[in-house]
């Protein structure tokens, strides 16, 4: 059962945050939201999702790459909600260029937000859930925690990174009524994408229209994007009781990519 139960989804103000925020919203969860936007957007949002759903919607603009903010963020969810009985770990960044021009600040940052974040957020998430005897994890790593691309190489390390955190926090809570779990999504037409077009033309030389057709889509047997709302629905399934057994696995939802 989810309903009653209360959620942190990291980078939930747009994209597959939102999408797996709302799903968890609609069977019942209490929510704290986290993400970029103005914030009377966000204030819209938050409010908007409450009233929809009838459940207490918080948010936290804790910057994922400050520790100080994410401890910030998981205590007030706790002193908010009293527990906090599912993390969804999504928020995320990319950035695109061939190693030797990538700028070290920005793997530096991709190194923050997509993997050390998710230390920070399970470390102080997993006390409250060992001793509730209860608790869900999901990190939404990529097709990229178990393949690479070129030309990203901060995005594939920090998510091949996912996928050993995730193995590891499972072992390490199995007992105790915990599952920790990744979703590894192919291409997801969602802003972080749409924004990387353009710089993957330039790096590849080629036209955008082309990196749709012949880079993105080409790894997809479907032909076809993944929609936020396939992630939202995995990511409730395994935030129920039906998938206690589901742990430590990397959930890979990619239109057939990492089958070839």
């Known amino acids: 059962m989810i309903k009653g139960k209360n959620a942190v989804v990291t980078g939930s103000t747009s994209g597959i945050g939102l999408a797996v925020a709302e799903a ?12 970029l936007g103005d914030a009377a957007v966000v204030e819209s949002l938050r409010a908007g999702l409450a009233q929809k759903y009838g459940v207490r919607v918080e948010y936290h603009g804790a910057d994922m790459s400050k520790p100080d903010q994410i401890a910030e963020m998981m205590a007030k969810a706790a ?12 928020a995320g960044i990319q ?6 021009d990538f700028p070290p600040e920005k793997w530096d940052a991709i190194i ?12 102080h998430a997993v006390p409250g859930m060992k001793q509730r005897k209860w608790g869900r994890i999901i990190n939404i790593a990529s097709a990229h925690a178990l393949v690479a691309s070129p030309f990203k190489s901060a995005y594939v390390a920090a998510k091949h990174g996912v996928a050993g955190l995730t193995k590891t ?7 105790f009524g915990i599952t920790c779990n990744a979703i590894c999504p192919g291409y997801v ?6 924004k990387q077009i353009p710089d993957t033309a330039k790096a590849r030389g080629i036209s ?24 939202a629905a995995l990511a409730c399934f395994l935030s129920g009781d039906d998938a206690a057994a589901i742990t430590g696995t990397l959930q890979a939802i990619d239109g057939g990519w990492t089958a070839q």
Request: hydrophobic content about 55%.
């Open 112 to 123: 923050a937000i997509n993997l050390v974040a998710l230390f920070h957020t399970i470390r």
């Open 95 to 100: 950035f695109v260029s061939p190693v030797e």
């Open 24 to 35: 968890l919203a609609a069977r019942g969860a209490n929510l704290m939201l986290n993400g």
């Open 189 to 194: 037409l969602t802003p972080l994408v749409q």
């Open 79 to 90: 002193e908010v909600f009293g527990a906090v009985d599912i993390l969804v770990n999504n």
């Open 169 to 175: 926090i499972a072992l390490e809570t199995a007992t």
């Open 208 to 231: 955008e229209e082309q990196v749709v057709r012949d880079v993105l889509l080409a790894a997809q047997p479907t032909k076809q994007f993944v929609t936020v709302e396939q992630v």
